[in-house]
C-alpha cells in the first residue's frame, strides 16, 4: 500500500508542485489544505502516514498547527516545507515535535526526508509488534 501524505500549504501552485514531487516518487497525496485550521481538521479525518506543512498560513501557523497535531497524532511525522528555514526555527519545530524542517528551494531533499521518516516509522512499527 503507498504511504499517504497530507499537503497544507496556502499556495496554490506550491501544492501543486509537491503533490507532483510525492507522485512521482509514488507516494499518495490523500488530501490538500490551505490553511492551518484546515489541515488539523484533514488530518484527523485522513489519518496520512506524513504531514507535510508550510511554516507561514492563515490563521494558525505550521508551527502552531504541528504543536495541536503532534498532540492528538503523535506517532505522524511532519515535515516543515517553508521558505524561512534557519537554525531559531529550526529549534522551534523541533521544540513541538516537527521531525524534518526544509527549505523550499530543494524538491529532492524533501522526497528523500520523506522517505527517510516514513521507513523509520516503518521500523519502529515493526519493532513493537
Not at 64 to 76: D, Q, Y
Not at 93 to 119: F, P, R, Y
Request: with cysteine; net charge negative.
Amino acid at each position: 500500500m503507498r504511504e499517504r501524505i497530507l499537503v497544507a500549504d496556502d499556495n496554490a501552485p506550491i501544492r501543486w508542485l509537491i503533490r507532483s514531487l510525492l507522485e512521482e516518487k509514488g507516494y499518495a497525496v490523500c488530501g490538500e489544505a490551505e490553511n492551518g485550521t484546515e489541515a488539523i481538521e484533514k488530518a484527523q479525518k485522513l489519518k496520512p502516514d506524513l504531514i507535510c506543512l508550510d511554516l507561514s498560513m492563515p490563521g494558525m501557523n505550521g508551527v502552531e498547527v504541528a504543536s495541536v497535531l503532534k498532540r492528538l497524532m503523535p506517532t505522524i511525522p511532519i515535515v516543515m516545507f517553508t521558505l524561512y528555514e534557519n537554525r531559531v526555527g529550526e529549534a522551534l519545530a523541533q521544540s513541538v515535535g516537527i521531525d524534518i524542517v526544509l527549505g523550499k528551494e530543494n524538491g529532492t531533499k524533501l522526497t528523500e526526508s520523506i522517505a527517510e521518516l516514513l521507513s523509520r516509522k516503518d521500523a519502529d512499527r515493526h519493532e513493537t509488534q
